[in-house]
C-alpha cells in the first residue's frame, strides 16, 4: 500500500498526468470515453524528453485541445529514482508491454482498453501544433 501511495504522489507530481495506475487510467478513460497518452520519459537525464515536456505537453493549446478527449499517464525512468522497489517493478511492467525497446521519449496513443493505436519514438523539436496534428489524425482514424 506504501508504494502504490508514493506511485500516486510521484505520478501526480509530473504536471499534466494523470494520477493513479494506468490500469485506472484506462478504466477512467473507457467511464469518460476518452483515449490515454502513455508519455515514457527519463525527466532527469533525457534531454528531448525534458524538451517533450516542455514544448509539447505544458504548451496551453495542447492542454486545452487534448483536455476533453485525452488523459496523459507518464511513466518516469529518472536517473535517481525514489520509488520503491514495487514502484519500480511497475514501472517496468508497464514499459515492457509498451515500450520494451527502452526509447526515450515515447509516445503512444492508446484507447481504454489499452490498444495502441498510434507511437511516436524520439522527439526532434517539432511544435506542439504539429504534435497535435498528428495525434488527432491518429485519433480520427480509430473512430467508427
Same mark, same amino acid.
Given at each position: 500500500?506504501?508504494?502504490?501511495?508514493?506511485?500516486?504522489?510521484?505520478?501526480?507530481?509530473?504536471?499534466?498526468?494523470? %494520477?493513479? &495506475? $494506468?490500469? +485506472? @487510467?484506462? &478504466?477512467?478513460?473507457?467511464?469518460?470515453?476518452?483515449?490515454?497518452?502513455?508519455?515514457?520519459?527519463?525527466?532527469? /537525464? #533525457? !534531454? *528531448? #524528453?525534458?524538451?517533450?515536456?516542455?514544448?509539447?505537453?505544458? +504548451?496551453?493549446?495542447?492542454?486545452?485541445? @487534448?483536455?476533453?478527449? @485525452?488523459?496523459?499517464? %507518464?511513466?518516469?525512468?529518472?536517473? =535517481?529514482? &525514489?520509488?520503491?522497489?514495487?514502484?519500480?517493478?511497475?514501472?517496468?511492467?508497464?514499459?515492457?508491454?509498451? =515500450?520494451?525497446?527502452?526509447?526515450?521519449?515515447?509516445?503512444? !496513443? !492508446?484507447?481504454?482498453?489499452?490498444?495502441? $493505436? /498510434?507511437?511516436?519514438?524520439?522527439?526532434?523539436?517539432?511544435?506542439?501544433?504539429?504534435?497535435?496534428?498528428?495525434? %488527432? @489524425?491518429?485519433?480520427?482514424?480509430?473512430? *467508427?
Amino acid at each position: 500500500m506504501k508504494s502504490i501511495i508514493a506511485l500516486y504522489i510521484f505520478l501526480s507530481s509530473v504536471g499534466p498526468s494523470h %494520477q493513479g &495506475t $494506468l490500469e +485506472d @487510467t484506462l &478504466t477512467e478513460a473507457k467511464k469518460e470515453n476518452k483515449q490515454v497518452l502513455l508519455y515514457f520519459s527519463g525527466s532527469d /537525464w #533525457c !534531454l *528531448p #524528453c525534458i524538451k517533450f515536456k516542455k514544448a509539447i505537453l505544458n +504548451d496551453p493549446e495542447f492542454k486545452s485541445s @487534448t483536455q476533453a478527449s @485525452t488523459l496523459i499517464y %507518464q511513466v518516469d525512468f529518472p536517473r =535517481n529514482d &525514489t520509488s520503491d522497489d514495487e514502484g519500480i517493478a511497475y514501472k517496468k511492467q508497464i514499459a515492457k508491454r509498451y =515500450n520494451p525497446e527502452g526509447s526515450f521519449p515515447k509516445v503512444l !496513443l !492508446l484507447d481504454s482498453g489499452g490498444n495502441i $493505436l /498510434w507511437e511516436k519514438d524520439g522527439y526532434k523539436n517539432e511544435s506542439a501544433e504539429i504534435f497535435l496534428q498528428r495525434m %488527432q @489524425t491518429a485519433q480520427l482514424s480509430e473512430k *467508427p
